[in-house]
């Protein structure tokens, strides 16, 4: 931990900052350790202070490393980062992530440090959190087994009759029982027409003979996610079904095979779009082809035609391109892949073939 704050300190110098407040909860723990839900994070160049309420006061003992513990006795976390002697001195440069301080937070920001010039600054810390170290790799790779075994294990269960929400949270238990610290987002269970909408959160809608069924859930390890996407059909596939699987699983294996150090992640989605436009679906894939996982579920790289970046090896990405089409359906398929200094490696190995869940 000790590494990444004075990584983060030579950042703070070189964004000529004399002070920057991580307040992006993910951002603190990749900084300091901390894993609980109220904590923020002052950084000068040379040191660094973390700030929580009394609640974690024996929790830090363990996990905050690094950093000097404050524990206010009264008052908000912003109120006693302001009270502090460090925004007395002088007018010092504060740099805070503007995407992550709410309102209310930032207006008390202003009020309490009116000697302080703020100074908005996104993105001082992300940019390294991209490439991920063994450790990280290690509890990212754990929490894909979960996610691989929690598959095998679902298909049992699923059947005609049952509501999509029941799928989620039986869904959620068996990644539970089999090690994960909680979900890494909300478990998406999407079926028959319902499958066409991308982020289409499990509803009471009862699954039915001949529906597709895509099912897109995580498991947390150690703070990690993973990140899986598999569709199925209920009873036997009708040509049409079979004919959109085909589509997005040859253009889900191109990317993959596109993602590599040095290469571009432009291409990545490039390679998916470009099976998925020749197939007439170019319209129905909406959605940018994969992001980055780490602590969060969703961070750079971005696979996508907006944002064109390098990959690097230790960063681990999501590929998962689909097809989405209003009244009917829709297909979708992700994996979870690491960069390595000679290609990659695909974490998930869930089974990619498309499955048709005999009636029970």
Request: net charge positive.
């Amino acid at each position: 931990m000790t590494s990444r704050l004075r990584l983060a300190q030579a950042k703070v110098a070189e964004a000529d900052l004399d002070l920057y407040l991580v307040s992006h909860l993910p951002h603190v723990r990749y900084l300091c350790g901390f894993s609980g839900s109220s904590g923020m994070l002052l950084l000068s160049r040379r040191d660094a202070w973390f700030f929580t309420d009394s609640r974690y006061a024996e929790q830090i003992r363990r996990e905050v490393k690094g950093a000097k513990r404050v524990v206010p006795k009264s008052g908000s976390l912003i109120e006693a980062i302001c009270a502090s002697e460090l925004l007395r001195k002088g007018h010092p440069r504060l740099g805070f992530q503007a995407r992550h301080l709410n309102v209310d937070a930032h207006a008390k920001l202003q009020r309490g440090v009116t000697g302080a010039l703020l100074v908005p600054h996104d993105e001082l810390v992300e940019p390294f959190t991209t490439v991920k170290d063994s450790r990280e790799i290690v509890s990212i790779e754990r929490a894909a087994r979960i996610a691989d075994k929690a598959f095998q294990r679902i298909l049992k269960v699923i059947r005609p009759g049952l509501r999509e929400l029941d799928v989620a949270r039986e869904l959620e238990y068996i990644m539970l029982k089999l090690g994960s610290e909680g979900k890494a987002f909300t478990t998406i269970c999407a079926s028959g027409a319902r499958s066409a909408l991308p982020h289409g959160d499990a509803s009471k809608k009862r699954l039915e003979a001949g529906d597709f069924v895509t099912l897109d859930y995580g498991a947390l390890v150690s703070g990690y996610c993973s990140d899986i996407t598999r569709t199925v059909v209920l009873g036997r596939a009708t040509p049409r079904q079979k004919r959109l699987y085909r589509v997005v699983q040859s253009a889900e294996a191109r990317a993959v095979a596109k993602v590599k150090p040095g290469g571009s992640t432009q291409a990545v989605d490039r390679a998916a779009r470009q099976i998925i436009t020749r197939a007439g679906f170019g319209s129905k894939f909406g959605h940018g082809t994969g992001h980055g996982i780490g602590l969060e579920v969703h961070q750079g790289p971005y696979l996508s035609p907006r944002t064109d970046g390098i990959l690097k090896a230790g960063m681990v990405v999501t590929v998962e391109p689909g097809i989405y089409i209003p009244g009917y359906g829709g297909v979708r398929i992700e994996d979870d892949v690491l960069v390595t200094s000679r290609g990659h490696r695909v974490l998930t190995t869930a089974p990619r073939h498309l499955i048709e869940i005999e009636a029970r």
